[in-house]
T-cell receptor
Framework: KNEVEQSPQNLTAQEGEFITINCSYS?????LHWLQQHPGGGIVSLFM???GKKKHGRLIATINIQEKHSSLHITASHPRDSAVYIC?????????????FGQGTRLTINP | DSGVTQTPKHLITATGQRVTLRCSPR?????VYWYQQSLDQGLQFLIQ???????AKGNILERFSAQQFPDLHSELNLSSLELGDSALYFC?????????????FGPGTRLTVT
């Protein structure tokens, strides 16, 4: 079993729809990143959170440490949101940080 | 633009060869992380350096090595290259090594081994 499970693997939606991507992990973590990777390959860190909820523009990330679950929401989705979204829990091992990665959710927003 | 730079952007080489990938962290960041993204394995953590010292090791092959120099730039050396080493290699940097510090990713180096 993978340490990190994301769902769905692929998601196609119409512009304006509310999007939810889920991430479950099986290990204790110190924090969790949500990353965005565009077709060109570059990676942008959208959020790093260790509890509760964070909001940036139309993006919202939540985490429940006890349930080992995080969600990324996109409100009023737009074609420019089309990208791969990757959940990356951060493990703390002997004082050092290590990111583990989900397989990613490929999101396509059609106009 | 994250402020992290990587060179080269693309690299094509043959099996058995050795290459060096370079990463310059954001100004002021002491910690550098290397990641590999391949089609079959996805993203994987390779290694972390903090202020010149190795801090954490992930799934890094023995054929691969890295170092961080006094000016804080880092190099990832890949030797005896195999077809399966073809991947995107990212570095990221953070101010320090603790859990509260954000990581900023570079644009990546795309390595193709033929």
């Amino acid at each position: 079993k993978n340490e990190v499970e994301q769902s769905p693997q692929n998601l196609t939606a119409q512009e304006g729809e509310f999007i939810t991507i889920n991430c479950s992990y099986s290990v204790g973590i110190s924090a969790l990143h949500w990353l965005q990777q565009h077709p060109g390959g570059g990676i942008v860190s959208l959020f790093m959170l260790s509890s509760g909820k964070k909001k940036h523009g139309r993006l919202i990330a939540t985490i429940n440490i006890q349930e080992k679950h995080s969600s990324l929401h996109i409100t009023a989705s737009h074609p420019r949101d089309s990208a791969v979204y990757i959940c990356a829990p951060r493990l703390l091992i002997q004082g050092a940080q290590k990111l583990v990665f989900g397989q990613g959710t490929r999101l396509t927003i059609n106009p | 633009d994250s402020g992290v730079t990587q060179t080269p952007k693309h690299l094509i080489t043959a099996t058995g060869q050795r290459v060096t990938l370079r990463c310059s962290p954001r100004s002021g960041d002491l910690s550098v992380y290397w990641y590999q993204q391949s089609l079959d394995q996805g993203l994987q953590f390779l290694i972390q350096y903090y202020n010149g010292e190795e801090r954490a090791k992930g799934n890094i092959l023995e054929r691969f090595s890295a170092q961080q120099f006094p000016d804080l730039h880092s190099e990832l050396n890949l030797s005896s290259l195999e077809l399966g080493d073809s991947a995107l290699y990212f570095c990221a940097s953070s101010v320090a090594s603790g859990q509260q510090y954000e990581q900023y990713f570079g644009p990546g180096t795309r390595l193709t081994v033929t």
